[in-house]
């Protein structure tokens, strides 16, 4: 019997209320799709960063993340780790080795789509901790993270849609760090898949920005969060809470 991922997605539209006022109006569509045609994207969840804070959250919620993503391997999705830069760390993994043999199958052209700019500034990097300049101290993916052999290991847009495809895959979720900047802007992230027609929601709980209270609209850190999470239900794709996974 097939197993079915039963998913909540909320999204937001622009609408004109009883009063006659414009308002972003929240709408929750329960949405059905076999786990085996589904595959679970994990961005850029490194063994460290740059900035203090970054590591703190991320370590925060890890384990909660390998969770949801056993649970859903078990269930029959495909898990796709995606730790941008550190791929070759990876090289001699049955998970990917995998998709060195992959048919190449080349992308639509984008569909256009409105890009209105992030409700939150986020120029300086984001952190909202003392940090040094920005560097790369990332070596892999993190640790607690499992990967087992039959899952995939890539950093590349174009070859995860080759996967995507080959597979027959219907649904992609993602996860991972960070919301405002690689979740929506790598190669693989939620903008480029929009814009080749692939359905992708954000799992909204398992996943967290890069900004600081310092910047506009200075805010807290998890309010500025909310309000990427929000901008990305207003313009991008629907979110969903990871227990609809569990």
């Keep these: 019997m097939e197993s079915m991922l039963h998913l909540h997605l909320r999204s937001q539209q622009l609408v004109t209320n009883a009063r006659g006022y414009i308002a972003w109006q929240v709408n929750t569509l329960e949405k059905a799709v076999p786990a085996e045609k589904t595959a679970i994207l994990i961005c850029d969840m490194w063994d460290n960063h740059?900035?203090?804070?970054?590591?703190?959250?991320?370590?925060?919620?890890?384990?909660?993340?390998?969770?949801?993503?056993?649970?859903?391997?078990?269930?029959?999705?495909?898990?796709v780790h995606a730790p941008s830069e550190t791929v070759d760390f990876y090289a001699d993994h049955p998970a990917r080795r995998r998709m060195s043999s992959l048919p190449v199958i080349a992308p639509p052209p984008d569909l256009p789509h409105e890009d209105?700019?992030?409700?939150?500034?986020?120029?300086?990097?984001?952190?909202?901790?003392?940090e040094p300049e920005w560097y790369q101290a990332w070596t892999r993916q993190h640790p607690a993270i499992e990967i087992h052999d039959e899952d995939a290991i890539s950093d590349q847009g174009k070859e995860i849609y080759s996967l995507l495809q080959t597979r027959g895959l219907a649904q992609v979720l993602i996860m991972g760090v960070h919301t405002g900047m690689c979740i929506l802007h790598r190669s693989f992230g939620i903008k480029q898949m929009v814009k080749w027609g692939v359905p992708i929601a954000l799992v909204r709980d398992l996943t967290d920005a890069l900004y600081s209270?310092?910047?506009?609209?200075?805010?807290?850190h998890d309010e500025g969060t909310q309000l990427i999470v929000g901008y990305i239900e207003k313009f991008w794709c629907p979110t969903l809470g990871s227990e609809d996974l569990l």
């Excluded at 703190?56 to 969770?67: C, D, Q, S, Y």
């Excluded at 209105?116 to 003392?130: E, I, K, M």
């Excluded at 209270?213 to 807290?220: D, G, L, Q």
Aim: glycine letters at 8%; proline letters at 9%.
């Design 50 to 79: 740059w900035s203090r804070a970054a590591v703190e959250r991320e370590n925060a919620f890890v384990g909660r993340l390998n969770e949801v993503v056993k649970a859903a391997r078990a269930k029959g999705a495909l898990v």
């Design 116 to 130: 209105p700019p992030l409700p939150v500034d986020d120029a300086n990097g984001g952190s909202d901790t003392c």
């Design 213 to 220: 209270p310092a910047r506009s609209p200075y805010v807290s």
